[in-house]
């Protein structure tokens, strides 16, 4: 079965750095999203992604935070200059033809900001 | 503002017995309606979703629910828990319109009890 995956699984890094979270969505699925879930809190949207374009963003998702799909299977999610708060479980999904289908989830990136 | 809410945070069941998890909603029009699963240090699955039809839903794992439109409810049902079922539990609602996105519930951590 098609699943969504993640790399890293977990990724430590100073504050002040950049990060950049991978993410290999469903082979025929035309959205990407990502989400990010901190600990002990409830899972929040950040952006949708779907023809090259973002469609759509969070408050959460400011300047410091950008996306891409450099080739026609990876979705990456760049944060440029990395804050304490920062930390959390980002997830990426993706869903198919049409916006209005189910999203399916990766395993998640536990980011840890120090 | 849409919301999603899972009143109950922490729930122990013993093995075999039934569970209902419970969720409302709020939104001006009727939303696409989700539960997902999350075990520890996995990702977000889908355990079920409610587009339109049949108010009654079910999905894997012997789980099913129930969209009730007068009590802006989809709660979770099984008949009969087996300790395999412990994990988080998140409600989530689609917005209807061009990102999909999903705005989740705080969720509910089901324990069970031997």
């Known amino acids: 079965e098609p699943e969504v995956t993640q790399t890293p699984s977990h990724q430590v890094t100073q504050m002040g750095q950049e990060v950049i979270l991978r993410c290999v969505p469903i082979?025929?699925?035309?959205?990407f999203y990502w989400y990010r879930q901190i600990l002990g809190q409830k899972v929040e949207f950040l952006v949708s992604?779907?023809?090259?374009?973002?469609?759509?963003k969070s408050e959460i998702f400011d300047d410091q935070f950008s996306v891409e799909r450099p080739d026609g299977s990876n979705f990456t999610l760049k944060i440029r200059s990395t804050k304490l708060e920062d930390s959390a479980m980002y997830f990426c999904?993706?869903?198919?033809?049409?916006?209005?289908?189910?999203?399916?989830f990766g395993p998640g990136t536990r980011l840890l900001v120090l | 503002a849409q919301s999603v809410t899972q009143p109950d945070i922490h729930i122990t069941v013993s093995e075999g017995a039934s569970l209902e998890l419970r969720c409302n909603y709020s939104?001006?029009?009727?939303?696409?309606l989700f539960w997902y699963v999350q075990s520890p240090g996995q990702g977000l699955q889908l355990l079920l979703k409610?587009?339109?039809?049949?108010?009654l839903v079910q999905g894997i794992k012997g789980f099913e629910a129930e969209f009730k439109r007068s009590q802006s409810s989809f709660n979770l049902r099984k008949p009969s828990v087996h300790w395999s079922d412990a994990a988080e539990y998140f409600c989530?609602?689609?917005?209807?319109?061009?990102?999909?996105?999903?705005?989740f519930g705080t969720g509910t951590l089901l324990a069970v009890q031997p």
């Open positions: 409610y587009f339109s039809g049949d108010t």
């Open positions: 939104y001006g029009a009727t939303p696409y």
């Open positions: 999904a993706s869903s198919g033809m049409r916006s209005q289908e189910t999203q399916y």
């Open positions: 082979s025929n699925h035309l959205y």
């Open positions: 989530a609602v689609a917005l209807a319109g061009a990102t999909n996105k999903l705005i």
């Open positions: 992604f779907y023809n090259n374009e973002i469609s759509e």
